[in-house]
């Protein structure tokens, strides 16, 4: 069965720093998402993009941040100057067709900024 | 139910028993919900979803029922096994939500007790 799937699993970064997580989505999917979960907290949303666009983003996507699928099979989310609380879980999600129609999430990528 | 901060809403359940999981969704516009099952360390994954247009639907020893005047939905699990130990979310759609963005509940833990 198909899969999203994101690398990597575990990221360690200093404060200040760029950081790149990486995702693959599963391969017909058109419609592209990354939430985020702090420890012990909600899924939280952050962006999403179709038609190599943003089509949304929440109030936690500030300039720090930005999404880009660099060929035709990758999805990124660039963090480019990391902050303490960007230490979350970052989740991957892609869905076929958009509206009423489910998301299919990643295994998550554990970001720690020291 | 719905829970806060850390604090998650955790229910016990005795194995072959039903169980059912509870959620209070914000708003009344939704018409589109979905279950999701996260075990530790991993990513959200899809139990079943439901449209409001229909107040119960049935999966694998799963239903889930709608009942929107009170905005309420739950997940009922029959049988319930040591492999339905998880956090439980329910997530929602919103007509208009501009790039079909899921908004998350606090999510339950289900502890199956052999």
């Known amino acids: 069965e198909p899969e999203v799937t994101q690398t990597p699993s575990h990221q360690v970064t200093q404060m200040g720093q760029e950081v790149i997580l990486r995702c693959v989505p599963i391969s017909n999917h058109l419609y592209f998402y990354w939430y985020r979960q702090i420890l012990g907290q909600k899924v939280e949303f952050l962006v999403s993009f179709y038609n190599n666009e943003i089509s949304e983003k929440s109030e936690i996507f500030d300039d720090q941040f930005s999404v880009e699928r660099p060929d035709g099979s990758n999805f990124t989310l660039k963090i480019r100057s990391t902050k303490l609380e960007d230490s979350a879980m970052y989740f991957c999600?892609?869905?076929?067709?958009?509206?009423?129609?489910?998301?299919?999430f990643g295994p998550g990528t554990r970001l720690l900024v020291l | 139910g719905e829970s806060v901060g850390l604090h998650l809403p955790t229910l016990s359940v005795q194995e072959g028993d039903n169980s059912i999981i509870n959620c209070a969704y914000s708003?009344?516009?939704?018409?589109?919900f979905i279950w999701y099952k996260q075990e530790s360390g991993k990513g959200p994954q899809f139990i079943i979803d439901i449209r409001s247009n229909m107040d119960k639907r049935q999966g694998q020893r799963v239903t889930v029922l709608l009942n929107k005047t009170v905005k309420h939905l739950s997940l009922q699990i029959a049988a319930t096994q040591p492999g339905d130990s998880a956090v439980y979310f329910c997530?929602?759609?919103?007509?208009?939500?501009?790039?079909?963005?899921?908004?998350f509940g606090g999510g339950t833990r289900v502890l199956v007790k052999p």
């Open positions: 997530a929602e759609n919103s007509p208009g939500a501009a790039g079909n963005k899921l908004t």
């Open positions: 708003n009344s516009a939704s018409d589109y």
């Open positions: 999600a892609s869905g076929t067709s958009g509206y009423q129609e489910t998301q299919y």
